[in-house]
C-alpha cells in the first residue's frame, strides 16, 4: 500500500467515525463501523488505479453508519472484510457471517434462545392453506398429498417472501444509488464468487424471515457490497471526477425519496 493509499484510507476513517457519532451511535460502534469500512477498501486497492481519493465518499454509505441491535454483531461483522482480505480462512469465517445474519435478523437471541415466530412458516394461513390443498389434490394418491402441498407450500411462500426483498428500492436504499448500479455492473466481472458468500447467505436468510425491514440483513453484506461497487467502477473504467458526479445525482435523488 502506498503512503497515498494510507492517507485516503486515514481521512475515510476519520470521517466515517465523525459520520457516525453525528447519528448519535456509541463510540465502539462507530469505530468498529470506520473499521469494518477501512478493512473492506484495503480490499478493493487492486481495483482503485488511481482512485483512492474517492475512499471518503464510501463513509456517506448508510450501511456504514447502521447501529446493530448488539454490540458484539458489529465485531462479528468485521469477519467479512476479513475474510475478504483472506480468502483461505473461508471454513472459518463463513459460520461467524452466519450467526451475524440470524442475530441481525432477531431469529437468535443473545444469550441463547430461538425465535421462530420470526421465520416464515409455520403460520395459520399456511398451515390452513396446506390442509385444503391436501383436502382438494384428489387426482394424487392420499400418501403423497401432504408431502407434496407442504413442499410447494414453503417453496412458493419462501420465494414470494424473497423476491419481495430482492428489489432495488431495497438496495439503493442502503448502498446509494449509483453504488448500486455499478455493483450490478460489478457482478459481470471476473473475481473470486466466493467473496460475495456473505450476501448471498444474507438474501438466503431474508427470505427466510418476516421482518419488514429485510434491510437490515444487509448489514452484515456490506463489505461484499462494497467490492461489486469498486469492480463496477474498475469496469466501466470511470474517472474519479465521473464517479464524483454520479455519486452526488444519486445522493440527491436517494435524499429525495428518503424525504
Known amino acids: 500500500m502506498n503512503r497515498n493509499s494510507f492517507f485516503w484510507l486515514a481521512i475515510t476513517f476519520l470521517a466515517s467515525v465523525s459520520i457516525n457519532l453525528a447519528f448519535h451511535n456509541p463510540l465502539i460502534t462507530s469505530i468498529l463501523n470506520a473499521l469494518s469500512l477501512s478493512l473492506a477498501l484495503l480490499c478493493v486497492l487492486p481495483f482503485t488505479q488511481g482512485r483512492a481519493m474517492l475512499f471518503p465518499l464510501f463513509s456517506l454509505i448508510p450501511l456504514y453508519y447502521f447501529a446493530p441491535r448488539y454490540p458484539a454483531i458489529s465485531f462479528l461483522e468485521l469477519a467479512a472484510p476479513l475474510g475478504l482480505l483472506r480468502p483461505r480462512l473461508f471454513p472459518v469465517w463463513i459460520p461467524i457471517i452466519i450467526l451475524c445474519v440470524l442475530l441481525q435478523g432477531n431469529i437468535v437471541n443473545l444469550p441463547r434462545s430461538f425465535d421462530h415466530e420470526r421465520l416464515i412458516a409455520p403460520t395459520t394461513e399456511y398451515k390452513l392453506a396446506v390442509k385444503r390443498q391436501i383436502e382438494e389434490s384428489l387426482y394424487l394418491p392420499y400418501k403423497l398429498r401432504e ?113
Open 147 to 259: 408431502p407434496l402441498a407442504i413442499s410447494f407450500g414453503l417453496t412458493n411462500l419462501y420465494l414470494t417472501n424473497f423476491f419481495s426483498f430482492i428489489s432495488f428500492f431495497n438496495f439503493y436504499q442502503t448502498l446509494l444509488l449509483t453504488n448500486t448500479v455499478l455493483a450490478v455492473v460489478g457482478l459481470s466481472a471476473k473475481f473470486n464468487k466466493l467473496l460475495i458468500s456473505p450476501l448471498i447467505l444474507a438474501l438466503l436468510v431474508a427470505g427466510a424471515t418476516k421482518l419488514p425491514d429485510k434491510t437490515l440483513f444487509l448489514f452484515t453484506a456490506r463489505s461484499s457490497l462494497l467490492l461489486l461497487t469498486w469492480l463496477g467502477i474498475s469496469k466501466l473504467n470511470l474517472s474519479p471526477r465521473r464517479y464524483f458526479a454520479l455519486f452526488i445525482l444519486g445522493l440527491v435523488f436517494t435524499a429525495y425519496a428518503w424525504i
